[in-house]
């Protein structure tokens, strides 16, 4: 439900206006809906100093240490710099005299990014944060490539080349005398045990009841679980309801568009069917497109993901739902993000479309991008290719926890960090160690977590359909198109992208007949559907090459030109 910024100065104690300074920053990160806070917190401890925005309820402070999140495992030296790595959904700050040390979670759940110079380290939760505070903005040109052909900011890259993002399950630490700053990382690797089907399901079980077990200590009545059709929050839902007290006044809440609640096998129906089953309150959230001008729906969907997701789609009621839980005094959110193992793969090329990692050159419309558009040079960093002797399913798995969870299910998390806390306990430390010791065939599709669910969920069906306007229908009414048409033929779009590109994407929207295409990840559910796992590896090796959407490719230029211009501007919002 916050957001925070914590910063170390070299040489000087922090003076009052320089407090004021990340006081007026949290602000600014509070979105325009939101229930706005009454004061900042703000804290200063001779030279380090942190503010935090919004609700102050998942704060947890020890002297200048602080805790924003929730831990799994009720670690006591969480505040200790260099102590071992608490399990949780967090970011984590410990501090001492000598030594600074910013901690991700297992999952990188909750985004940190750092920035690094002679006199400062600053530390945030938001990349807005860090450019409002030091000032200055350096467009890092090598997303321009990672937007278009994913629409995040890639593997490793910000917005700002002065910024650094922390991976998953690691930390930096400043050394303040020395004034330097090193890592340190726990290594993400799959080594399969030998051991029996049944005894990995068992296993996978327990860490799940494990994990899952802390919640019980939250007060259902701020709380939500998200519940879809689903295995994942299904999952959650059934262990939560295990003992049978624990969460005897939970409530579940889905959204979607309105006609969903009546379209047999949607996400909407099936949710409320399965709450009534299982006798726990549910709710139904309208999410169909604002009656906002458009303008203020992407501009506010734009600040709170920081440009760093294109799922607005999902969003197109301009986030007024999550305005409106954060108004009823909603606490937080139990999500069901996990990475209990994804689709068949029959290629590398499948592997990176699979986790959303497709490169420019896996798109038949983007083969020569490099070239003929003027794009910067496009490669995955060498510890998220491919390893000798690595199966194609292992890889898969590994590149989604290292790749998909902090670029893609973090970016998402950030859209309601503004208004919600959020807890993903199927992504603790102890969940996701089980996974990487299961062998290949009991991760693909989520084999041995659908087991684990379809043993304790009652004869409800999973869900065949979302609840939400697809992307590519919600991009190409009017005043949207309208507004994505104005922005790429603008004179800024031309001087930041290069007339190749921006000529390639208006012609791209302008082609006449251009049909609605089925996404990638539609087109995997209709796969998935119809053919079993031992065929569809064979498929893809000889597929074509899949085309992508033109207006899609439309949005995720859109956001680079915005994004680069609402930075911009905010680095110097702040300027004396």
């Known amino acids: 439900m916050s957001k925070i910024i914590y910063a170390c100065t070299r040489r000087r104690l922090f003076d009052p206006p320089q407090a004021q300074r990340l006081a007026e920053v949290c602000k600014r990160l509070e979105p325009d809906n939101a229930t706005q806070s009454a004061h900042s917190c703000v804290v200063v401890n001779e030279r380090v100093a942190f503010a935090v925005s919004g609700d102050h309820r998942p704060l947890t402070e020890n002297r200048s240490s602080v805790l ?78 990672w937007m278009i052909s994913t629409g995040s900011l890639g593997p490793v890259l910000s917005w700002d080349t002065r910024l650094t993002r922390l991976p998953v399950d690691s930390s930096v630490i400043l050394d303040k005398r020395a004034w330097s700053i090193s890592t340190r990382q726990v290594p993400v690797r799959f080594v399969e045990k030998s051991r029996t089907d049944q005894e990995h399901e068992a296993l996978l079980r327990d860490a799940i009841v494990s994990a899952v077990a802390p919640l019980g200590t939250l007060d259902w009545g701020t709380w939500r679980l998200p519940l879809s059709g689903g295995y994942d929050s299904r999952g959650l839902l059934c262990f939560l309801r295990g003992d049978g007290s624990s969460a005897d006044n939970l409530t579940t809440v889905t959204w979607g568009l309105a006609k969903s609640l009546s379209e047999d096998g949607n996400d909407a129906r099936i949710a409320a069917q399965l709450a009534a089953v299982l006798g726990v309150r549910h709710e139904y959230y309208h999410t169909d497109p604002s009656g906002e001008a458009i303008e203020s729906v992407v501009n ?169 306007v697809s992307p590519e229908q919600f991009l190409r009414t009017g005043p949207m198109s309208d507004l994505l048409t104005s922005t790429i033929r603008s004179d800024r779009a031309a001087g930041l992208l290069g007339p190749q590109l921006q000529r390639f994407v208006i012609q791209g929207m302008e082609r006449p007949g251009l049909r609605v295409r089925a996404s990638v990840p539609a087109l995997k559910a209709a796969v998935k559907r119809a053919v079993p796992n031992a065929l569809q590896g064979m498929l893809q090796r000889h597929a074509p090459l899949p085309v992508l959407d033109a207006y899609v490719m439309a949005f995720r230029v859109f956001i680079i030109v915005r994004m680069r211009q609402a930075l911009a501007k905010e680095s110097t919002a702040l300027r004396r």
């Open 68 to 145: 924003l999140g929730i831990l799994y495992d009720g670690s006591t030296t969480w505040h200790e710099p260099l102590a071992d790595f608490p399990d949780g959904s967090f970011a984590i700050f410990r501090d001492r005299r000598d030594c600074l040390e910013v901690v991700s979670d297992a999952a990188a759940s909750r985004t940190i990014w750092y920035y690094f110079d002679d006199e400062t380290f600053v530390a945030s939760t938001s990349q807005r944060a860090i450019v409002m505070f030091v000032g200055g903005f350096c467009f890092d040109e090598r997303v321009i490539p």
């Open 300 to 468: 506010r969907f734009l600040l709170c993901s920081e440009g760093r997701i294109d799922h607005i789609a999902g969003y197109a009621d301009g986030l007024a739902l999550w305005a409106q839980l954060q108004r009823e005094g909603v606490e937080g959110i139990i999500r069901g993000d996990e990475a209990f193992g994804w689709s068949p793969v029959g290629s590398q090329r499948a592997v990176r479309h699979a986790v959303g990692c497709a490169l420019c050159s896996d798109y038949a419309n983007l083969e020569d991008a490099t070239n003929a558009l003027g794009l910067p040079a496009q490669e995955l960093p060498a510890d998220l290719q491919a390893s000798d002797g690595e199966s194609l399913s292992a890889w898969r798995d590994r590149l989604y926890q290292t790749y998909r969870l902090p670029t893609i299910l973090a970016a998402l998390s950030d859209l309601k960090f503004a208004y919600v806390e959020q807890a993903s306990p199927l992504l603790s430390r102890q969940v996701l160690n089980q996974v990487r010791e299961m062998p290949d065939h009991l991760r693909t599709s989520k084999a041995a977590f659908k087991r684990i669910v379809d043993s304790v969920s009652p004869q409800v069906p999973y869900a065949v359909k979302g609840a939400n």
